[in-house]
């Protein structure tokens, strides 16, 4: 049984994660949550991926990297589910902590190994460390507390480390989309049409993409040109495929390239629910 859906990938949904900010803090940003390997297994990231908009921003040119080790945790590295209340509440006090004497940007948390670290870049570094290491031993002395405060005035813990690489953010994206067709009792296994569309600005670019795609079995649904946008110059395209994690990733990763290679911008794709 089929049924159709329409599915934009819409990138970089703010994540439910975001709610363990405190509401007490000023929160603007597209929180975003990603698992990634690591040597001694998988780390999870947590971050305001808007930053990237304004990073570095020079008015905050220190980073705090401060959180605690826990020892109820998974064979990963990970924290068992019943902890993360506890971390998130450290967290949410640490971030208190820091607001309380300077200004402050909470970059993002890193959890790996049984150790989740929060991220801060602050104006002044001046009484943090007293400050946040009396929180730890008057609230969480069970806790092993780790606090380090360095400058970074080109922000390279967050743009470096913290920020998902290109393949990580099509697999954030795409896993969007995936979990909407599984909600919705598609099982991924079947290969069925997928629609995708990019845009160009200018027709040759446009052209110049269609080559570059010849060979690649993509049929071609249409061309328009839309308005208020720098680029204007639409293409659909289409073609049968799996759309299970790996097989899309791939497509629309190389989708993503030559549409760069030509000035142009990959945005998204749809397909049916099949069941």
């Known amino acids: 049984m089929k049924e159709f859906i329409s599915i934009a990938l819409i990138i970089f949904l703010s994540s439910s994660d975001s709610k363990s900010q405190n509401v007490q803090i000023k929160d603007t940003g597209k929180w975003e949550v990603y698992i990634a390997g690591y040597e001694k297994g998988p780390g999870s990231t947590v971050l305001n991926m808007g930053l990237v908009n304004k990073a570095p921003d020079k008015k905050l040119p220190f980073i705090v990297i401060t959180g605690v080790t826990f020892t109820n945790c998974r064979e990963d590295g990970l924290p068992e589910e019943n902890e993360f209340i506890n971390l998130h ?126 060979n690649d079995g993509f049929k071609i649904e249409g061309r328009e040109k839309v308005d208020d946008t720098d680029k204007p110059f639409q293409l659909h395209i289409s073609r049968v495929d799996k759309v299970d994690p790996e097989s899309i990733n791939k497509i629309t990763l190389d989708l993503r390239h030559k549409a760069r290679q030509v000035n142009g911008n990959y945005d998204g794709w749809e397909t049916f629910i099949v069941k």
């Open 89 to 214: 509440e450290i967290s949410d006090d640490v971030q208190k902590s820091i607001a309380e004497l300077t200004n402050m940007e909470m970059a993002g948390t890193f959890t790996y190994q049984c150790e989740r670290l929060d991220y801060v870049y602050v104006s002044d570094t001046s009484k943090i460390r007293k400050s946040i290491a009396e929180l730890y031993k008057s609230k969480y002395s069970k806790y092993k507390s780790y606090i380090s405060i360095k400058r970074d005035e080109n922000w390279d813990a967050y743009l470096k480390f913290l920020y998902p690489n290109e393949e990580t953010q099509e697999d954030m994206s795409n896993q969007k989309v995936l979990t909407q067709l599984q909600k919705n009792g598609d099982k991924l296994t079947k290969a069925r049409l997928v629609d995708h569309w990019i845009y160009f600005a200018s027709s040759q670019d446009r052209e110049n993409f269609e080559k570059n795609i010849f």
